[in-house]
């Protein structure tokens, strides 16, 4: 059962920054790819960012603000978000991929964190 918790988000100002962190446990961080997505009311759900062994993909519309790292040893995955925009606001999941690219599905997610950008 693979088991994955957000954390991290808040309310910030436009021009903020935040960093979310993505636990897993139950499986070995090394061997998997994980992504973030996003889901605001009224929007599609987008997929933000990912990260594999080697590999990273960003969204044009995070691409230069954001970045993706992860540490294996403490099983965490990081999503640093800068230059915050109104328009960054949603619930921030991770989840797990089967590869690290634009269109690869999500197989299992958190329950999110809330990113609220507003003046």
């Known amino acids: 059962q693979v088991e994955l918790v957000e954390s991290g988000g808040g309310t910030v100002q436009p021009g903020g920054s935040l960093r979310l962190s993505c636990s897993v446990s139950?499986?070995?961080?090394?061997?998997?790819?994980i992504g973030w997505f996003r889901q605001a009311p009224g929007k599609e759900r987008e997929g933000v960012s990912c990260?594999?062994?080697?590999?990273?993909y960003y969204s044009d519309s995070v691409k230069g603000r954001f970045t993706i790292s992860r540490d294996n040893r403490k099983k965490t995955v990081y999503l640093q978000m800068n230059d915050l925009r109104p328009d960054d606001t949603a619930v921030y999941h991770c989840?797990?991929?089967?590869?690290?690219?634009?269109?690869?599905?999500?197989?299992?997610w958190g329950q999110g964190t809330q990113v609220t950008v507003s003046s």
């Open positions: 990260i594999s062994t080697g590999k990273t």
């Open positions: 139950s499986f070995a961080l090394d061997y998997y790819t």
């Open positions: 989840g797990t991929q089967n590869m690290c690219s634009a269109d690869a599905p999500f197989l299992g």
